[in-house]
C-alpha cells in the first residue's frame, strides 16, 4: 500500500506542474487571442487593402437576404429586387430632383389631350449581346409581357386605366417612334 501511495504522489508532483502550466496557458491564451483579433481587425478594415484592378469606378452593393426567384422583370414580387438596377425603362425618374429624364427614350411627347405619348428611342441602343433594341422590342414587352392575360405580372395592375380598367395601346409609328393611346388621361405611364 505504502508503494502505491509514493507512485500516486510521485505522479501528482509530476502531473503539478503541466496542471499549473495549463492553468497559466488558459490565462495567458486570452489576452493573445484578444491582440490577434485587434490586430486583424485592424489590419482588414484598412482601406488600402480593399483596392483592387476591379475597382475602377463607383460601385453599388446590394445585400439581399435571398438570391431573386427569377430574372423575368415583369414576373418579379420579391420586394428585394435588383431589378431597377439592372433595367432601363423608357424614362427614369431622377431621385434627386423627381423630374423625369431621358432612359431609352431619348425624348417623348404629350398630345394636348393627353391621351397620347410619342417616345422617340435613342439611336444606338443594344442588347447585352450586341444585338440593336428597336421599337419591336418595346411593342413585344408591352403587348406580350405586360398587357398578356396570361401573364400573372404586377405591371398590369399598375397600367389599368380608370374605372373600367382598360388598358393603353400602343402602336409602332417608325423603327424608332412608339406611340401609346389611352382611353383617358394617364399620368403614371411615365413614372
Known amino acids: 500500500m505504502r508503494k502505491h501511495i509514493q507512485k500516486s504522489q510521485r505522479l501528482s508532483l509530476l502531473l503539478a506542474p503541466l496542471t499549473v502550466g495549463i492553468v497559466m496557458s488558459r490565462y495567458l491564451s486570452l489576452p493573445i487571442i484578444f491582440m490577434l483579433a485587434c490586430l486583424t481587425t485592424i489590419t482588414a478594415c484598412h482601406p488600402q487593402v480593399w483596392h483592387t484592378?476591379?475597382?475602377?469606378?463607383?460601385?453599388?452593393?446590394l445585400v439581399q437576404p435571398r438570391d431573386p426567384a427569377r430574372f423575368n422583370y415583369a414576373m418579379n414580387t420579391s420586394p428585394f429586387a435588383v431589378f431597377p438596377f439592372i433595367y432601363r425603362g423608357l424614362v427614369e425618374e431622377n431621385g434627386i430632383t423627381s423630374q423625369l429624364e431621358p432612359a431609352l427614350a431619348e425624348s417623348w411627347t404629350i398630345s394636348e389631350e393627353k391621351k397620347r405619348i410619342t417616345f422617340t428611342l435613342r439611336d444606338v441602343l443594344k442588347w447585352s449581346d450586341g444585338k440593336p433594341l428597336t421599337v419591336d422590342d418595346v411593342m413585344f414587352t408591352y403587348k406580350n409581357i405586360y398587357l398578356n392575360q396570361r401573364i400573372p405580372t404586377l405591371f398590369k395592375d399598375f397600367l389599368r386605366i380608370g374605372e373600367g380598367g382598360l388598358f393603353p395601346s400602343l402602336v409602332k409609328i417608325d423603327k424608332r417612334r412608339v406611340e401609346f393611346f389611352f382611353p383617358e388621361t394617364f399620368t403614371p405611364l411615365l413614372r
Open 53 to 61: 484592378q476591379a475597382k475602377q469606378t463607383s460601385q453599388l452593393v
